[in-house]
């Protein structure tokens, strides 16, 4: 079955630590995973995309990494900010790159606090 | 350039009555989709189309919703008669590129929140 689970549920630190976001996927075949950031009251935004070769990127203070062996990916939160308190959800796209379908996780609910 | 627009923001409604949601796509952009979003399922596709088409209505819950694109540039979901367990996020998305999907990136709306007593 072509599932995403994300883990921990929800999460709260204070501001200025460091937090990682786990991604656990079955899903195949697989053609990316995403990383999307939903402030409360607005629709996901995409942070970054990781592809099959693609073991570690970057987008400021958030970093991504992929194992497809293991069909783990994690996002890594640097010197959090406040306005990094939002719902990060993990979607990963199924089929080729011509076809198939988004598969979504609940999302972690990260709150920062001061 | 403009994103996704949706309206209404806010809508509450007693049961039994018609609710229109309403999308504006990203100019440009060939796919659209509609999401509904609550805290037990999480974003669930309800429908998508494609260069104005229905690809894939298989998420919609039952008879009661119905979505139309009538042109590129406007989309709608209706519920009839709505309940309270419909009472969710509303969102539609666009994207484009090859297929439907494309590279998985979607382009969301504000949402509308629909409450329904």
């Known amino acids: 079955k072509n599932q995403v689970e994300q883990s921990p549920q929800s999460l709260i630190i204070l501001e200025g630590k460091n937090c990682t976001l786990q991604?656990?996927?079955?899903?195949?075949?697989?053609?990316?995973l995403r990383w999307y950031k939903q402030d409360t009251g607005r629709g996901p935004v995409s942070l970054t995309i990781?592809?099959?070769?693609?073991n570690t990127k970057s987008n400021g203070r958030y970093t991504a990494t992929l194992d497809a062996d293991t069909k783990q990916s994690s996002l890594h939160i640097t010197a959090s900010q406040l306005s990094d308190s939002a719902s990060y959800i993990c979607?990963?796209?199924?089929?080729?790159?011509?076809?198939?379908?988004?598969?979504f996780g609940q999302g972690t609910t990260l709150q920062v606090k001061p | 350039d403009a994103g996704v627009i949706q309206s209404p923001r806010h809508e509450v409604t007693e049961m039994g009555q018609e609710v229109t949601l309403r999308c504006k796509p990203i100019?440009?952009?060939?796919?659209l989709f509609w999401y509904r979003q609550t805290m037990m399922r999480g974003l669930e596709l309800l429908i998508y189309?494609?260069?104005?088409?229905?690809?894939?209505d298989s998420g919609m819950p039952e008879d009661r919703f119905s979505a139309k694109m009538p042109n590129a540039s406007f989309s709608t979901l209706k519920i009839q008669p709505s309940e309270p367990r419909d009472s969710a996020v509303y969102f539609c998305?666009?994207?484009?590129?090859?297929?439907?999907f494309g590279t998985g990136e979607l382009f969301f709306g504000e949402g509308s929140r629909l409450t329904v007593l």
């Open positions: 979607v990963v796209k199924r089929g080729s790159s011509n076809t198939g379908k988004l598969i």
């Open positions: 991604c656990n996927y079955t899903v195949s075949p697989f053609s990316n």
């Open positions: 990781m592809t099959f070769s693609e």
């Open positions: 100019s440009g952009h060939n796919s």
């Open positions: 189309f494609n260069n104005n088409v229905p690809i894939d």
């Open positions: 998305a666009s994207n484009s590129g090859t297929g439907a």
